[in-house]
């Protein structure tokens, strides 16, 4: 394995107080936020009710969802009013100029039915397109659209309908996928849905511009629950999305473009936030990263990662900020999680996450495994690089760090700087990496003695102390 460089900072006696880090100039954060603006709407409301929906578990609002929704698009625009109460619902589709709103006490109850998110629709599933289930809420080329209010959002997922895919007939499917994408197979001819047990997202705009997602709690999602595909402006905001099921992911902006997710909750069976381009040769033909979103003021808590950046990255990702977010679970692994591998590739560059409060993590505070699922096996070594942690403090993990690269792919630029690390049990693990730099770290272990990390003697690939 070919050694660590280490670029080591002048010795330090002690850590600064916080926010004692040097101005860096302009702050990419709020440059990228004063771009973002949430969409507006007329003041004009659509309530379904008005459209023949009532409550409970007898009535299927479907239809009368579908009419106020094209109602409120066809006058220009507005808010399709969801009194409280249940409602009982399948697919819904957005237009533009719509806002869904859900009243207080009002909760949407979808269907756990296959058969009522078909006929298909244009997707991307798992970072491959094809054809697929519709989400339970989804739009495909609309401008200016919402999902808003204080009420819930209920997939009715359950190990007895959408969560057993997993570990069942959903596998040969997604092995189908992976070899039409390979093998460039149109997307008009990966045709799945009804037999192809591939379950569906809960929210997926695609292609879309002016997105807002705000105030909604969703529970029981089939698969992501939040899942913006290529598009442009979007806020996520105070959402709290809490789903335990496998591959539950809370938010996945996918090959977007100025994102914004702020005063989230997140308690999920997967990563809280999963930033992703496209897997394999069907990312890199899409060839779109996933840039210019920030994370700020959420709450993680059961999950892989509080945020995770891969692992379909082909198409790249650059820009990403997490800043004043708390992560602390027993059930969550990892504060930021960095994956790809040989197969899947991209250039991931230009990640900060700064005063982020870390309670406890399962295995370290930074995780870089390009060695995830296919590992070095292929021919697109990722490529890491000016990955920077500033300010952020933990209480309880095993490690700080745990990367690990391959010959060929590239990490390199990780710099933690004005952080304190306390409750470690384990060596940091650290092979195939370029340069590390600490400046003003505290580390202490479990049972204390803490000291001030300033230099590094070089690894030659083994765990390190």
């Given at each position: ?218 529970v029981r999602s089939p ?13 996520v905001r105070g959402v ?211 000291r001030s990390r300033s ?11």
């Amino acid at each position: 394995m070919s050694p660590c460089r280490f670029i080591l900072a002048a010795a330090l006696a002690c850590l600064p107080p916080a926010g004692a880090s040097a101005a860096r100039g302009p702050d990419p954060a709020a440059e990228i936020v004063a771009r973002i603006r949430a969409p507006e709407f007329p003041a004009k409301d659509f309530p379904i009710t008005d459209y023949g929906a009532a409550p409970g578990d007898a009535a299927d609002c479907t239809a009368a969802l579908r009419q106020a929704i094209a109602a409120c698009h066809a006058a220009g625009g507005g808010r399709v009013r969801v009194p409280a109460g249940v409602w009982r619902t399948s697919a819904i589709h957005l237009l533009s100029r719509v806002n869904l709103h859900l009243d207080e006490g009002a909760t949407l109850r979808f269907s756990a039915a296959p058969a009522d998110y078909l006929p298909v629709v244009f997707t991307r599933w798992e970072g491959t397109e094809c054809m697929n289930y519709s989400a339970l809420i989804y739009a495909f080329e609309q401008e200016d659209i919402a999902v808003t209010g204080a009420g819930v959002l209920d997939g009715s997922a359950t190990a007895d309908n959408w969560w057993a895919w997993k570990s069942g007939a959903q596998a040969a499917a997604r092995a189908r996928l992976r070899e039409m994408g390979e093998r460039g197979v149109p997307v008009a001819g990966r045709v799945f849905g009804e037999g192809g047990f591939l379950r569906p997202n809960f929210i997926q705009p695609y292609r879309c511009r002016n997105v807002l997602i705000e105030g909604v709690t969703i529970v029981r999602s089939p698969m992501w629950a939040v899942n913006p595909v290529l598009c442009t402006n979007v806020t996520v905001r105070g959402v709290h999305v809490d789903s335990h099921g496998p591959n539950n992911d809370g938010c996945d902006p996918e090959s977007c473009r100025d994102v914004l997710v702020e005063r989230c909750v997140f308690d999920a069976g997967d990563d809280c936030i999963a930033i992703k381009s496209g897997r394999d040769d069907d990312g890199r033909r899409v060839g779109v990263p996933a840039e210019n979103i920030v994370v700020r003021d959420c709450a993680m808590r059961d999950g892989h990662a509080g945020v995770a950046i891969g692992s379909e990255i082909s198409g790249g990702a650059r820009n990403i900020i997490v800043e004043r977010c708390t992560m602390d679970s027993p059930n969550l692994d990892r504060a930021l999680r960095i994956k790809s591998n040989a197969r899947r590739g991209g250039t991931v560059e230009g990640v900060v996450m700064r005063q982020v409060k870390v309670g406890r993590v399962a295995e370290a505070v930074l995780t870089v495994d390009l060695l995830y699922e296919e590992g070095a096996r292929g021919d697109h070594p990722p490529v890491i690089r000016d990955v920077r942690l500033e300010e952020i403090t933990s209480v309880a993990s095993p490690r700080v760090l745990w990367i690990v690269g391959f010959p060929g792919a590239t990490v390199d630029g990780i710099r933690l700087s004005d952080c304190q690390f306390r409750g470690l049990t384990d060596a940091d693990v650290v092979r195939d990496a370029g340069t590390l730099e600490f400046d003003h770290v505290l580390i202490e272990p479990a049972g204390g003695n803490s000291r001030s990390r300033s230099s590094m003697a070089p690894s030659s690939g083994s765990p390190r102390p």
